[in-house]
């Protein structure tokens, strides 16, 4: 089993910053692939980024050059840096984890999920 617990979700200003943290617990092979994705109400949920346990990542063109996902091994953290915030990022934000990665960010390829933390961009 793994367990995902995200933090750092706030309101913030248009053009500012936050950061998510991912703290991951259970077996690591089951968290080879860690990814966030976020919903907004009414709307689908979408991915955002996700890294590898070896160090490979990919990012959702909506985000590619303002968002950066990391990790932390001793930590067993995973974060996600958001830069130039703007109203269209509010949503929960999920993060999400799994063995295996095919390559396109498809919620329902996650196998565990934490319970979201919330960010609010005020338009």
């Known amino acids: 089993q793994v367990q995902l617990v995200e933090s750092g979700g706030d309101s913030v200003q248009a053009g500012g910053s936050l950061r998510l943290s991912c703290a991951a617990s259970?077996?690591?092979?089951?968290?080879?692939?860690v990814a966030w994705f976020r919903q907004a109400p009414g709307k689908e949920r979408e991915g955002v980024a996700v890294?590898?346990?070896?160090?490979?990542?990919a990012y959702a063109l909506p985000v590619k050059g303002r968002f950066t996902i990391s990790q932390d091994d001793a930590k067993n953290t995973v974060y996600l840096q958001m830069n130039s915030l703007k109203p269209e990022d509010t949503a929960m934000y999920y993060c999400?984890?799994?063995?295996?990665?095919?390559?396109?960010?498809?919620?329902?390829?996650?196998?565990?999920w934490g319970q979201g933390t919330q960010v609010t961009v005020p338009s």
């Open positions: 999400a984890a799994n063995s295996r990665y095919g390559g396109v960010l498809n919620a329902a390829d996650l196998a565990y």
């Open positions: 890294i590898s346990t070896e160090g490979a990542l």
């Open positions: 259970g077996h690591r092979t089951s968290r080879k692939w």
